[in-house]
C-alpha cells in the first residue's frame, strides 16, 4: 500500500472502513472486539497538605505535560505470537498435554533466545500481539513499551493485558488491550514469534496488513492488505449515502425508506 492511500483512509472513521469490509465479506469486518484502549489516569481527590508536611520556602511547583495521544492513528501492521509457559507462581498455567499441544500448532519460534520481543521492533507499524487466553499476567508494561517506541512503533494492540498503566499513559503512545494486569509476563507467558499470522477474535492479522486505531469510535478495524484498494473505492460512496440518509432521517423521513432510496 502507498503513503497516499493511508492519507485517504484518515478521511473516514473506524466504522465507514467495518462497513466497506463488512460487504466485502471479510470475517468479523475486520474489528478487533473488546480491545479497548487502556484506561484513563483516575481522578483523585484534591488533598490540603498538613502545617508539618509544607516546606517552609516553598520552591515552584512544574509539571511536564504528558504528550498527547493522536485520535487516529493508521499503520501497517506488525505481530508478535506469546506462548503460555508455567512458573512457580503459575505451576498450572501449561499442562503438559497443553505443552506439546501448543507447539506443534505454532509457527516455529524466530525469536533469538535470551533477546527480548521489544528489541525486534518493526518501525512505523503498529505491533498485534496475541497472548493465550484467560492468562493473569500482562505481556506488555512500561519499559518494553518505552523500547518498542524508541524503535519507532506507532502504536501497541494486545489481545491480552498490559500493566504500568500509569507509565503507558506518559508515552503519548497508542496502548490499547483486552485488559490490564500488575503481574509480569515472566509468570506465565513467553514470546514466541514475531511476523507470523495472530487470530484477534474472529480476525486474522498478518504483517503488512493495516490497522486503523480509532479513538472517537472507541475501536480498532484491520484492513487486510489484499483489499485495501477496494475498501477505498467503496468508501466515498458509502460514506456519501449515509450522509443522505440521516439528511432524510432528521427531516422526519423513515428509516426504511431513506435506506431504500440511498443505500439501494
Known amino acids: 500500500m502507498s503513503k497516499e492511500q493511508i492519507e485517504e483512509l484518515y478521511k473516514f472513521s473506524a466504522c465507514d472502513i467495518a462497513d466497506a469490509l463488512l460487504k466485502l465479506g471479510v470475517p468479523g469486518a475486520g474489528f478487533l472486539t473488546d480491545i479497548k484502549p487502556i484506561p484513563s489516569a483516575p481522578s483523585l481527590p484534591n488533598q490540603q497538605?498538613?502545617?508539618?508536611?509544607?516546606?517552609s520556602n516553598p520552591s515552584p511547583q512544574t509539571s511536564t505535560p504528558k504528550p498527547s495521544i493522536p485520535l487516529k492513528v493508521i499503520a501497517p501492521a506488525?505481530?508478535?505470537l506469546f506462548l503460555s509457559?508455567?512458573?512457580d507462581s503459575f505451576p498450572n498455567a501449561t499442562p503438559p498435554l497443553t505443552t506439546l499441544t501448543q507447539t506443534l500448532s505454532q509457527p516455529l519460534p524466530n525469536i533469538?533466545?535470551?533477546?527480548p520481543y521489544a528489541d525486534l521492533?518493526?518501525?512505523?507499524?503498529?505491533?498485534?500481539?496475541?497472548?493465550?487466553?484467560?492468562?493473569?499476567?500482562a505481556v506488555v508494561g512500561g519499559i518494553m513499551a518505552a523500547r518498542m517506541q524508541y524503535l519507532g512503533v506507532k502504536g501497541i494492540i494486545v489481545d491480552g493485558r498490559v500493566r504500568d498503566l500509569d507509565t503507558l499513559r506518559g508515552l503519548g503512545l497508542p496502548v490499547w488491550s483486552r485488559g490490564t494486569s500488575v503481574v509480569g509476563s515472566g509468570g506465565e507467558a513467553k514470546a514466541w514469534s514475531m511476523g507470523v499470522e495472530v487470530q484477534v477474535g474472529g480476525v486474522s492479522v498478518r504483517s503488512g496488513d493495516l490497522v486503523v486505531v480509532d479513538y472517537v469510535e472507541g475501536g480498532v478495524v484491520v484492513i487486510p492488505a489484499r483489499v485495501v484498494g477496494d475498501v477505498l473505492g467503496m468508501l466515498p460512496k458509502l460514506v456519501e449515502a449515509d450522509g443522505k440518509v440521516?439528511?432524510?432521517?432528521?427531516?422526519?423521513g423513515?428509516?426504511?425508506?431513506?435506506?431504500?432510496k440511498w443505500r439501494g
Do not use: W, Y
Open 49 to 55: 497538605p498538613k502545617l508539618s508536611d509544607t516546606p
Open 254 to 260: 423513515e428509516v426504511g425508506e431513506a435506506f431504500g
Open 112 to 115: 533469538p533466545p535470551g533477546t
Open 246 to 252: 440521516m439528511r432524510d432521517v432528521k427531516g422526519g
Open 85 to 87: 509457559k508455567s512458573s
Open 121 to 137: 521492533t518493526t518501525p512505523n507499524t503498529i505491533l498485534i500481539i496475541s497472548q493465550p487466553p484467560n492468562q493473569s499476567c
Open 78 to 80: 506488525s505481530t508478535a
